[in-house]
């Protein structure tokens, strides 16, 4: 069964940095991989996303500031986030979908919190 675990996240202060990191087990395909995050009062959004070939796709409001990568031998997905701000505060959300098929996977989420 596929699971995806994210790590990381935590209390931040504004203009900080936070990695976090999701892991996918339970299967030997490649998938590709993102975060989504969900702020206070707010709907969803996709945030990073990181294709098997490694082309990327980011939300525009952390462009230059966030930076997804992978691992494909360890299946991590990780998201480098640099010069935080307090609207960054969110749940975030890891993301995994089968290259050849619609089927996606979900993390539990983790909580990143920025402080002004």
């Known amino acids: 069964q596929v699971q995806v675990v994210e790590s990381g996240g935590g209390l931040v202060q504004a203009g900080g940095s936070l990695r976090v990191s999701c892991t996918a087990s339970?299967?030997?395909?490649?998938?590709?991989m993102g975060w989504y995050r969900q702020r206070p009062g707010n709907q969803r959004e996709l945030v990073a996303t990181?294709?098997?070939?490694?082309?990327?796709n980011y939300l525009d409001s952390v462009k230059g500031r966030f930076t997804i990568s992978r691992d494909n031998a360890k299946k991590i997905a990780y998201l480098q986030m640099n010069s935080l701000e307090p609207e960054d505060t969110a749940v975030y959300y890891c993301w995994a979908k089968h290259p050849m098929r619609q089927t996606e996977y979900w993390g539990q989420g983790t909580q990143v919190t920025v402080s002004s």
């Open positions: 990181i294709q098997t070939d490694g082309s990327t």
């Open positions: 339970g299967t030997a395909i490649v998938m590709h």
